[in-house]
């Protein structure tokens, strides 16, 4: 018995060393003893407790909302970092040679122009809010690759937190059923003894 404890001791912890703050999101506590939660204060109607459940589940939901923004922002840059590269890289290829690379670039929307570009060791990045900087290529390569290691970095850590959050709405629901059925089981008992008492 004493063993057992001290494994749930260990297990216990190597779990906690293991977690990570998920962005601020609070944890869903599993009300395991309802009889004990109920008897807590601040719960003292089930209807009450199952408005601060539910107003906690809401949370969840826009911050699932959010993530799931974050997320899709993430999916679109990585591919357009990556293609950025592709592009620098053959740049690089290009800059030794005396002949000029001949590529399209976007004019408007589904129409393109024919440009020749002269061997260069210089590009522009659009860094964002219609801001662009001239670089070396190199210093564009290590600043993209840089970007992508730190979009890929996010992106992952956007995975853990969303599948936390999905943790936290199924804590969050067993609750909310778990105390919906105390409830229905009090109001039947107490219904049972008014009527055995009136008789």
Same mark, same amino acid.
């Given at each position: ?12 912890? %190597? ?5 990570? *703050?998920?962005?601020? @999101?609070?944890?869903?506590? &599993?009300?395991? +003893?309802?009889?004990? &939660? ?7 109607? !089930? +209807?009450?407790?199952?408005?601060? /459940? ?16 974050? #997320?899709?922002?993430? *999916?679109?840059?990585?591919?357009? @970092?990556?293609?950025?590269?592709? @592009?620098? *890289?053959?740049?690089?290829?290009? #800059? ?8 399209? &670039?976007? /004019? %408007?929307?589904?129409?393109?122009? *024919? ?5 260069? +060791? #210089?590009?522009?990045? $659009? ?5 662009? /900087?001239?670089?070396? @290529? ?12 730190? !979009? ?8 853990? +937190?969303?599948? &936390? ?16 059925? $105390?409830?229905? #089981? ?14």
């Amino acid at each position: 018995n004493l063993s057992k404890m001290a494994a749930t001791t260990e297990s216990s912890n %190597a779990v906690a060393a293991g977690k990570r *703050k998920h962005l601020g @999101i609070p944890e869903a506590v &599993f009300v395991e +003893d309802v009889d004990a &939660f109920m008897k807590q204060p601040g719960n003292e109607t !089930a +209807d009450a407790v199952l408005r601060k /459940l539910d107003e906690q589940y809401q949370k969840y939901k826009f911050m699932e909302l959010n993530l799931a923004q974050k #997320k899709l922002r993430l *999916k679109s840059q990585i591919p357009q @970092i990556k293609q950025t590269l592709e @592009i620098l *890289k053959h740049m690089q290829k290009k #800059k030794d040679t005396t002949d000029p690379l001949e590529t399209h &670039f976007l /004019l %408007a929307d589904n129409l393109y122009c *024919k440009a020749l570009v002269p061997p260069t +060791d #210089k590009v522009c990045l $659009w860094l964002g809010a219609n801001v662009m /900087l001239e670089y070396d @290529i190199d210093e564009a390569q290590a600043l993209l690759e840089k970007n992508l290691a730190t !979009a890929t970095r996010n992106l992952e850590s956007l995975e853990e +937190d969303l599948d &936390f959050l999905r943790d936290q709405f199924t804590t969050t629901e067993l609750d909310m059923a778990r105390v919906y059925n $105390w409830d229905v #089981k009090r109001r039947s008992k107490d219904n049972s003894s008014k009527s055995t008492d009136k008789s």
